[in-house]
């Protein structure tokens, strides 16, 4: 008996934006199936390791196209659907990509649809009825689920006993507003085409029956219609930008093109490609404590792992991407890949590739390296803090702040370099934003002497420089706690005798203004303005601040 459901609302403003599409490119169905036969394929190999019930096959996807009845199957032989997984997977968006797609469709941000990964649902932009049939290894029964892509689903219970999944494609036969034919989809051409186009490197064979014309006879002959060698196999001269793009694009679920591409292949005692990518922007996840960093690792184009931690330390948790290694057993369960001392080489080299490529970039591409800065950089300052400042040295050539003196960012090497000789400190002021920081009084003597001041208007910027202390021996001094070393002795012998002689007045004031200070002196270090607020050694006001504001 075949039960109906009801998709979830986000699956019916998905679903109803696939029938009703916007969307011209509707030929990336056929890309979104097979990637997703591809997908699952991965998953019943890397299951078939640790789990002898799931048997191994001769891993292969099929496209079956029949032009009289108007159908178009895709079919895998990848792990299937079980019935509680047809419901959450194709009855709910549950799925990253596709929530995100949804989002930015409801900014009408359209023009970047045809980039995106739409996922299943997509099948819907061409057919009248999209029919699932599956098997899972985990039940005992097959599961088809039908739907016609408006509110509503059914599933039921078949008889099935290879494990894997078929997707039939009824296709639609007019689409009135773009007058298109989507028999089209049951061409040999066109199919051949479109799998050479988008899935020409998914590394499971792409097959189809072609006929062959022999002297008036003619036969069926199985053909591999992809090449099926990675993009990362390929020579990197050989790989075009666009192909690159578009395969960061797919593979990793963005809109945009990659900031910059790392293809780096090793050879001799460990052996290994990895293809590297850091995001234009912060993936909109980035922030929660949902987003999950990691590269997926493959041994010889075999997939065996989406999201390895272990390859990419927190501090560059942003950058997406993969590593394939021959070195690898095949065989390697996820417990023992943690401890695997080949994959910690693998880390430890890439970690120093991502470094040196940004330092080249911040040196000989100013304005690519500001564009990832102002994306990552908190990342990296926090990288700086963690740990008690374990990776210091490693992230403190990486950091750039604005100052009183230039829009431009520097170094603190670039600082450095530049300061007078005789002056003995790393000067940096803090506040909100960059305005209220030129206008603090306590500026005024910097600003006379010339000094050029660091401008830290991050939360996080102050903590960091607490394990910092300083850069290459030359302290970090915050202009805005304790005695400035700027005013000379006789300066602070002066001051002294004011002090002493307007000790009543500085006692009334402070007695005025009770436990809200600590002390009550004059100053040198002012020009324009009267008073100013001064902290102590120890926490600066602003990290007391923000101390007050976080959750005990
Ligand atoms: P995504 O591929 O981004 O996860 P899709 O909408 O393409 O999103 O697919 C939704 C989910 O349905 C997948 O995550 C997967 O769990 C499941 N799925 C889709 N196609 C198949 C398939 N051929 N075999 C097994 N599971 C599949
Ligand atoms: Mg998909």
Redesign the pocket.
């Given at each position: 008996m075949a039960k109906t459901k009801q998709f979830k609302t986000e699956s019916q403003k998905l679903l109803h934006l696939m029938t009703h599409s916007i969307y011209t490119q509707k030929e990336i169905f056929l890309r979104?199936?097979i990637?997703?036969?591809s997908?699952?394929i991965d998953?019943r190999h890397y299951l078939s390791l640790t789990d002898s019930s799931i048997p191994t096959d001769t891993y292969e996807i099929w496209l079956t196209p029949n032009a009289k009845d108007r159908t178009l199957v895709?079919a895998?032989n990848?792990?299937?659907?079980t019935e509680k997984?047809l419901i959450e997977?194709?009855g709910t968006?549950?799925?990253?990509?596709?929530k995100s797609f949804l989002e930015k469709i409801e900014q009408k941000d359209v023009d970047i649809i045809g980039q995106f990964?739409?996922?299943?649902?997509?099948a819907f932009m061409v057919s009248d009825k999209v029919i699932?049939e599956?098997k899972s290894p985990y039940s005992n029964t097959g599961y088809r689920w039908s739907s016609k892509g408006e509110s509503s689903y059914t599933i039921e219970e078949i008889e099935r006993e290879e494990i894997?999944?078929t997707?039939i494609l009824q296709l639609r036969d007019d689409d009135e507003e773009n007058e298109e034919d989507f028999t089209k989809f049951t061409s040999e051409y066109t199919l051949k085409s479109l799998v050479k186009k988008y899935s020409d490197y998914v590394r499971y064979p792409i097959n189809m029956m072609i006929e062959k014309k022999e002297k008036e006879k003619s036969t069926q002959v199985k053909e591999t219609l992809n090449q099926m060698t990675p993009i990362w196999k390929r020579s990197k001269q050989d790989i075009k930008p666009e192909d690159m793009n578009q395969f960061y694009k797919h593979q990793f679920?963005d809109f945009e093109d990659p900031l910059k591409v790392i293809h780096t292949n090793v050879e001799g005692m460990l052996t290994y490609t990895a293809l590297l990518f850091i995001p234009k922007k912060p993936a909109f996840d980035f922030y929660s404590e949902h987003y999950e960093k990691g590269l997926q690792l493959y041994t010889k184009g075999v997939f065996i792992q989406d999201k390895n931690k272990e390859l990419i330390p927190d501090y560059f948790k942003f950058v997406k991407g993969l590593v394939d290694s021959a070195d690898l057993s095949l065989n390697i369960s996820r417990e023992m890949l943690q401890h695997d001392r080949q994959l910690k080489k693998i880390a430890s080299h890439l970690e120093k590739k991502i470094k040196s490529e940004l330092e080249n970039m911040m040196l000989h591409d100013r304005d690519q390296y500001i564009e990832f800065y102002e994306a990552y950089k908190t990342t990296l300052k926090y990288g700086i803090y963690d740990q008690y400042g374990l990776n210091k040295e490693k992230l403190q050539d990486l950091i750039m702040f604005q100052t009183n003196k230039s829009d431009d960012y520097i170094s603190f090497k670039d600082y450095i370099e530049r300061k007078p000789e005789e002056q003995k400190a790393i000067y940096y002021a803090t506040g909100k934003t960059k305005q209220s920081i030129l206008s603090l009084p306590q500026m005024d003597i910097m600003k006379e002497n010339g000094y050029e001041v660091l401008l830290f208007t991050e939360d996080i910027d102050e903590f960091m420089i607490q394990v910092l202390q300083n850069y290459q021996d030359v302290p970090f001094k915050s202009v805005q706690q304790g005695e400035s070393d700027l005013i000379d002795d006789t300066k602070k012998e002066d001051l002294k005798e004011k002090e002493k002689e307007n000790k009543d007045i500085l006692k009334a004031i402070k007695k005025a203004l009770k436990e809200k200070v600590k002390d009550v002196k004059l100053s040198a270090r002012l020009k324009e303005s009267a008073v100013c607020l001064v902290s102590g050694e120890g926490l600066s006001l602003e990290m007391e601040k923000i101390l007050k504001q976080m959750p005990n």
């Open positions: 979104e199936l990637s997703n036969a997908d699952a998953k895709v895998d990848g792990i299937g659907f997984e997977n194709l968006i549950a799925q990253s990509g596709s990964g739409v996922g299943f649902y997509s699932v599956t894997g999944t997707i679920n």
